[in-house]
């Protein structure tokens, strides 16, 4: 049985700018990856049960910044800057920030990773190069279906099926379906957590 674990005890500690500032406690991380406006911060929130630990950026790509919250002295969410979101600068077009490739490369004691994607859309290019990493290292990881209150149950199972098809992988995965709207999903994300960190 996976421990318990208290989500609503929850402490910011603080974010980081480059890989070498994030902390060094060897505490497990379960990091969010996902496109900018998926809908990570919301996901803090939602699974803290907090309006704003996590600040919900208005202008999309813009958290450039690690941040690190702190679960029941257990764990940390740590959520990554979002990738793939093209408005500022060439640059920024660009896939994954150094920041991102740097971090899920790095020595970190990641547990796993929460890969975050709308449930209404396809996923980028970027999604599936990031999906296709996550397998090749073996990261363990959980598909997380964000907005699932833009649909209808029927349609939110039809979404699910195609995703998991351009994704390449098993029609049987098991997935979690979130709603920040709607406060829906999270226990079951919870309890996936829960194994992920037994693991
Ligand atoms: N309808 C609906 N909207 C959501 C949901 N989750 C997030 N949003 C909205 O989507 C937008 C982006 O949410 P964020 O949580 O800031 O997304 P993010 O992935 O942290 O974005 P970046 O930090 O820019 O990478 C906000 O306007 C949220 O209110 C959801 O479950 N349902
Ligand atoms: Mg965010």
Redesign the pocket.
């Given at each position: 049985m996976p421990q318990e674990i208290n989500f609503n005890n929850v402490e910011y500690k603080g974010l980081a700018t480059n890989v070498n500032q994030a902390p060094q406690t060897g505490l497990p991380e379960i990091v969010?990856a996902?496109?900018?406006?998926?809908?990570?911060?919301?996901?803090?929130?939602?699974l803290c049960q907090r309006k704003n630990i996590?600040?919900?950026?208005?202008?999309?790509?813009?958290?450039q910044a690690v941040l690190y919250f702190l679960i029941d002295h257990q764990f940390y969410l740590t959520?990554?800057?979002?990738?793939g979101?093209a408005r500022t600068s060439k640059q920024s077009k660009s896939k994954f920030s150094n920041l991102v490739d740097n971090y899920l490369t790095a020595d970190r004691p990641i547990k796993g990773v929460l890969h975050?994607l709308d449930i209404r859309h396809k996923p980028s290019a970027d999604d599936r190069i990031m999906n296709h990493w996550l397998t090749e290292q073996g990261i363990p990881y959980i598909i997380v279906l964000?907005?699932?209150?833009?649909l209808s149950r029927a349609q939110m199972h039809v979404k699910k099926m195609d995703i998991l098809r351009e994704l390449g992988l098993p029609q049987d995965l098991e997935v979690a379906m979130?709603?920040?709207?709607?406060k829906t999903g999270y226990e079951l994300l919870k309890e996936q957590i829960g194994i992920l960190l037994e693991l």
């Open positions: 969010l996902g496109r900018s406006n998926v809908g990570k911060s919301s996901l803090v929130n939602g996590a600040r919900i950026s208005q202008t999309p790509g813009k958290t959520d990554l800057p979002g990738y979101y975050l964000t907005k699932a209150d833009k979130v709603s920040n709207t709607k």
